[in-house]
């Protein structure tokens, strides 16, 4: 939801970082395996109990994953992307992305582990509407890219990367709140899943309707 709003703002800052980075022969494909891996200490802190340093590291990942695209915009060209680094972005952060709740869940298996599961069902569903809508947008020549110069097509909705990382910051500052947290983002994600499927009925329902005729 406030994804579009946010990247508005910090994209310049990102850019000019990004650039600074490509002239210093670093890859945007090496910048997303950084995030990935402090992802991955991000949430063996968190298992390990160590919720503060487990933020710093979440936040550190962030950062590249949010870096990678600007160093890939300042080191191919300008609205170029790379397919391979929008796979590697999309893989890994999806990984990130289901890696912090299990963290969680490990860290306090019997107050976390059926909050922790309903959050990553929901995930679950909730990337594969993402994933399949853009695909078929893809296969179909449409014009998705409103998300800036991206190698997959973004949409829109209540639960999108900006909400994901302020309720994961949450879930490290009141770890004794993460069920309560956890419950009430799983329903923020079956919202955007569903809006996601409705959006598909409008924008793919045509053929149905060449079916009946």
Known sequence: MFDTRVRAVIDPVLDRVGHGLASAGISANGVTWIGFVL????????????????????????????????????????GK??????????VLDFAFYGMIPFAFILADPAANAVAGG????????????FLTYAL????????GHDRGSKSLVYTTGLAEGTETIVVFVAFCLF?????????????????????RIVLAYQVFGADLLDEDN
């Open 39 to 78: 992802g991955v200490f991000a949430a063996v802190s968190i298992a390990a109990g160590h919720f503060g340093l487990g933020l710093a590291l979440l936040l550190a990942s962030r950062i590249c994953d949010g870096l990678d695209g600007s160093v890939a915009r300042a080191g191919i060209g300008r």
């Open 81 to 90: 992307t790379s397919d391979l680094g929008g796979f590697l972005d999309i």
């Open 118 to 129: 309903v959050l990553l069902l929901v995930f679950y569903a909730n990337g594969a509407s």
């Open 136 to 143: 078929m947008v893809e296969k179909r020549g449409l014009d």
């Open 175 to 195: 770890p004794d709140w993460f069920s309560t947290i956890a419950y009430v983002f799983a329903g923020i994600v079956v919202i955007t899943t569903v809006t």
